[in-house]
T-cell receptor, first 111, second 111 residues
Framework: GEDVEQSLFLSVREGDSSVINCTYT??????LYWYKQEPGAGLQLLTY?????DMKQDQRLTVLLNKKDKHLSLRIADTQTGDSAIYFC???????????FGGGTRLMVKP | ETGVTQTPRHLVMGMTNKKSLKCEQH?????MYWYKQSAKKPLELMFV???????ENNSVPSRFSPECPNSSHLFLHLHTLQPEDSALYLC??????????FGQGTRLTVV
């Protein structure tokens, strides 16, 4: 079945850029998403990219998609302590409307 | 605030109790989902409902029983749970073929 992989942990200093990476196996993915989960909360959609795009920018967030390598990344510019959370990537195939999630990357931002 | 509301936010129940989790959305979405988030495990899709019909049951034990009485409400009925069922239960909804919007989750502890 489909598989989505992420590294478990990332630590950066406040003001630096963060890059969270994700790989997936389903070549029929139509949309790829980044969700943020703060402690005790549900998942908040941050941004998404359609599979025929290779880049999307939304304020401090930049999503890069390498469809050939099935690699997705989320870059957060000028990372703030409020960005500390778990970030999940997810992919949706064109067969239905279900999401397959990665295991999440815990981002820690040090002052 | 995503427009998906889950109640209760926290629940502690004994193994012999029966309780229900509730999810509500008035976003006009056709699909609703239950996910389970345990420590050290990826998000697990439990059930999917499309237009009130269950379209996915990911080998979930029968002690979890979903109900979707209308397109705005989704329930998860719980009975004779085990301590390993303690987790964050997330409800989500989505319009067809786009991103999912998540509720805040119900933190369930089985004692």
């Amino acid at each position: 079945g489909e598989d989505v992989e992420q590294s478990l942990f990332l630590s950066v200093r406040e003001g630096d850029s963060s890059v969270i990476n994700c790989t997936y196996t389903d070549s029929s993915s139509t949309y790829l998403y980044w969700y943020k989960q703060e402690p005790g909360a549900g998942l908040q959609l941050l941004t998404y990219i359609f599979s025929n795009m290779d880049m999307k920018q939304d304020q401090r967030l930049t999503v890069l998609l390498n469809k050939k390598d099935k690699h997705l990344s989320l870059r957060i510019a000028d990372t703030q302590t409020g960005d500390s959370a778990i970030y999940f990537c997810a992919e949706k195939d064109n067969a239905g409307n279900m999401l397959t999630f990665g295991g999440g990357t815990r981002l820690m931002v040090k002052p | 605030e995503t427009g998906v509301t889950q109640t209760p936010r926290h629940l502690v129940m004994g193994m012999t109790n029966k309780k229900s989790l509730k999810c509500e959305q008035h976003l006009g979405h056709n699909a609703m989902y239950w996910y389970k988030q345990s420590a050290k495990k990826p998000l697990e899709l439990m059930f999917v409902y499309n237009f009130k019909e269950q379209t996915e049951n990911n080998s979930v034990p029968s002690r979890f029983s979903p109900e979707c009485p209308n397109s705005s409400h989704l329930f998860l009925h719980l009975h004779t749970l085990q301590p390993e069922d303690s987790a964050l239960y997330l409800c989500a909804s989505s319009p067809e073929n786009t991103e999912a919007f998540f509720g805040q989750g119900t933190r369930l502890t089985v004692v």
